[in-house]
């Protein structure tokens, strides 16, 4: 099935350590996003990619990182240095002239 | 700066119409999408408005006034299933996706 696959669903870190969160389409789709939700809050931009080999920082890009080495993968490192990590990560691709989005399913990540 | 304004909680009967408004003050306007996003999921798309007036898709309509900055998502007969945040984002000028917080249905019998 083409979709956008997130994992792990569900992530626990203790404080200091560094989380990577998987984000792999297979709907061809040349542009990928970060989104970071937290409750009473709209969806807020981490970090986009519009094509490999190239990313640009979202409205909250401080203490994350991202890789765009092949068109499918979209990796995101939360690090140490980001202050307040406990949150629903979603990633999303997005294609065409509208706009659109698709999402995957994404993970929760809970510091300890 | 921008702003997009959903109210946060509504509460409807099943069976019922309800209307979930969005005003919203960006950079520019290259459209406006609505979401659903039950509880614990991903978002999925609902509609997509870029001129004035109604798109009736199903249960669902998405109504823009480009002029007022306002657009309104309205859901008929509605199901238990309904029951879901509503997203409304709008499209700046640099074609960056511009989010509302989310505005939670409650649906009861």
């Known amino acids: 099935d083409g979709g956008i696959t997130q994992s792990p669903k569900y992530l626990f870190r203790k404080e200091g350590q560094n989380v990577t969160l998987s984000c792999e389409q297979n709907l061809n789709h040349d542009a990928m996003y970060w989104y970071r939700q937290d409750p009473g809050q709209g969806l807020r931009l981490i970090y986009y990619?519009?094509?490999?080999?190239?990313?640009q920082k979202g409205d909250i890009a401080e203490g994350y990182s991202v890789s765009r080495e092949k068109k499918e993968s979209f990796p995101l490192t939360v690090t140490s240095a980001q202050k307040n990590p406990t949150a629903f990560y979603l990633c999303?691709?997005?294609?065409?002239?509208?706009?659109?989005?698709?999402f995957g399913e994404g993970s929760r990540l809970t510091v300890l | 700066g921008q702003n997009i304004d959903q109210p946060t909680e509504m509460t409807a009967t099943e069976g019922a119409i309800v209307q979930i408004n969005c005003t919203y003050q960006?950079?520019?306007?290259?459209?406006l999408f609505w979401y659903q996003q039950h509880a614990g999921e991903a978002p999925t798309f609902l509609s997509y408005n870029v001129l004035d007036g109604l798109e009736e898709k199903g249960r669902f309509s998405s109504f823009l006034s480009r002029s007022k900055g306002y657009s309104y998502l309205l859901l008929k007969e509605l199901q238990m299933k309904d029951s879901a945040s509503y997203l409304c984002a709008v499209v700046d000028s640099n074609y960056q996706l511009i989010w509302g917080a989310g505005t939670k249905l409650i649906i009861k019998p």
């Open positions: 990619s519009q094509i490999v080999n190239d990313f």
């Open positions: 960006t950079s520019g306007f290259n459209g």
């Open positions: 999303a691709t997005g294609q065409g002239d509208t706009g659109e989005l698709f």
